[in-house]
């Protein structure tokens, strides 16, 4: 199973996540920028959640 790996900032009202050799994506909560990056994920490769896991390192 691949692992992406991801870093998230608080910028403003929102999380902004970016994923190594994905993209970014942002999302209010920690819960909802983990999804956005999975999300994120599915759509660009074509792949299942099933298929992958994400990890993402949020700043303090």
Avoid: N
Avoid at 45 to 56: L, M, N, P, Q, Y
């Amino acid at each position: 199973m691949k692992t992406y790996r991801g870093a998230a900032v608080r910028d403003g009202r929102f999380w902004l996540v970016r994923v190594e050799g994905v993209g970014a994506t942002q999302g209010r909560s920690k819960p909802e920028a983990r999804y956005m990056a999975a999300e994120l994920i599915e759509t660009l490769h074509g792949i299942s959640r099933a298929e992958f896991d994400v990890h993402i390192d949020f700043a303090p």
